[in-house]
């Protein structure tokens, strides 16, 4: 007897959903290379301005959280990103066209609109297909979204500006966009249901599984059917939703503004701005990996968030305390990026832990739009220190908030970690005794 737990699911779902979240980083952060890259000169944008320029996305990011949530839960999340993935390709070469400040915020805010409902899609319909002791693990391959894209990002980015200039950087990296969709649309299903290539045992064994878990989580307290009004009386998603602002703020604060500090730090053009970009995000690769497999072995979800975020700004501190040596800063940089994304698994994890299920996608919605106002703070935060006080100070600042976020992991309720969590031994024991078809 073959007591495999079946996984055909990984490559045909999380590898589609990794891609389609690949590009849409590339697109929301090359303009952190387009500006220090002569975007700024051309256009006369000061640090404050830029700043604006890059947190700006992530007003617009604000409109479709909760719409798309609902829609991976009720309808088609496979729709809803092709034409998400149409209009930011759309957005992203227009960006390669503007010749003024306001163009530019006014393309920003609508990139981050068409953006807006990604995150909380594809993590609704991740769940669609693991279950729950397999889904930190499967948010950790999709996370990994960052990271690639970085490393991706960095050194294409840098060489089309230095080979062309940076209007050109828009205009290929959108028209990646509208490759991408066709991949998606040939590949991803909504559904174990809707899938005709899933194996039927798979097919059993998650249908199974996945009303296992939705029946555990009736002993839950439930959010109800009401699903803004009710996320807003939870208090354990309004920590999340705070919590997740202030953690966004150190992360995209960081990732926004790498390239400039990096070029602030070691004086190299843009190309090799772009290769020392990549050992950060190779970093964070890592990083997501390790605390998604101990977050999940332990089942200690606010333990790994908190422990992910105070080294994440532990390191921030350490790079600007050995600014005087360049090696050891870079390497603290590094650091910061094996902790950049190393606490969305197991945060991710939590939210089905306190909503019910007919509300997680609204409630993900919720606490990734609100929480990604930071993704604002962030930048413009870094813009303004920087142009006020220095990059010293700013980069302190980021600290600072993700400080505040590693502290709010102590008022988070117990029932974020799970109870037991099973061992691979006890799968199989539970995979002889089901019926076979």
Not at 321 to 335: D, M, P, R
């Amino acid at each position: 007897m073959d007591d495999k737990i079946p996984h055909t699911r990984w490559l045909r779902v999380v590898a589609p959903i990794l891609i389609a979240c690949i590009i849409s980083f590339m697109d929301r952060v090359n303009i952190s290379f387009a500006l220090p890259g002569g975007m700024e000169s051309d256009l006369g944008i000061n640090s404050r301005m830029a700043g604006l320029a890059s947190g700006i996305f992530f007003i617009g990011y604000l409109f479709l959280q909760v719409p798309g949530g609902r829609t991976a839960v009720h309808g088609s999340g496979k729709r809803f990103i092709a034409w998400s993935l149409a209009v930011w390709a759309v957005v992203s070469i227009a960006t390669g066209f503007v010749t003024g400040h306001y163009q530019l915020l006014a393309l920003r805010f609508l990139l981050g609109v068409s953006e807006g409902g990604m995150l909380p899609v594809v993590l609704t319909m991740l769940s669609n297909w693991f279950p729950e002791k397999e889904i930190g693990r499967a948010n950790a391959f999709v996370m990994m979204f960052a990271p690639i894209g970085g490393m991706v990002t960095a050194p294409i980015s840098g060489t089309i500006i230095n080979l062309l200039n940076w209007r050109w950087l828009f205009l290929i990296e959108g028209m990646l966009s509208l490759v991408v969709l066709a991949v998606w649309w040939c590949l991803i299903s909504d559904r174990p249901q809707e899938a005709r290539w899933l194996p039927e045992r798979e097919r059993e064994y998650l249908l199974r599984e996945l009303a296992q878990d939705a029946k555990n989580r009736q002993n839950l307290t439930p959010v109800s059917n009401a699903p803004l009004r009710d996320v807003f009386r939870n208090s354990g998603l309004i920590k999340l939703v705070v919590l997740n602002f202030f953690y966004q703020t150190g992360d995209y604060g960081y990732t926004l503004w790498l390239p400039t500090i990096l070029k602030n730090l070691t004086g190299a053009n843009m190309a090799g701005v772009g290769l020392l970009a990549i050992l950060p995000f190779i970093a964070t690769i890592a990083g997501i990996y390790l605390i998604s497999v101990l977050s999940d072995k332990t089942g200690k979800r606010r333990l790994w968030v908190r422990v992910s975020l105070l080294c994440f700004a532990a390191a921030l501190l350490a790079s600007v305390i050995l600014k005087q040596n360049v090696i050891a800063s870079y390497i603290a940089l590094v650091i910061c990026g094996f902790f950049l994304k190393a606490a969305t698994s197991p945060f991710w994890s939590i939210p089905m832990r306190i909503a019910s299920a007919e509300v997680a996608g609204s409630a993900r919605g919720v606490i990734n739009g609100l929480g990604n106002l930071g993704g604002f703070c962030g930048p413009y935060l870094v813009g303004v220190v920087m142009f006020l006080y220095g990059q010293n100070l700013a980069v302190c600042a980021l600290a600072a908030s993700l400080i505040i976020a590693g502290l709010l992991t102590f008022l988070l309720p117990k029932s974020c970690d799970l109870t037991s969590v099973a061992t691979p031994s006890d799968e199989s024991m539970r995979l002889r005794k089901a019926p076979r078809p």
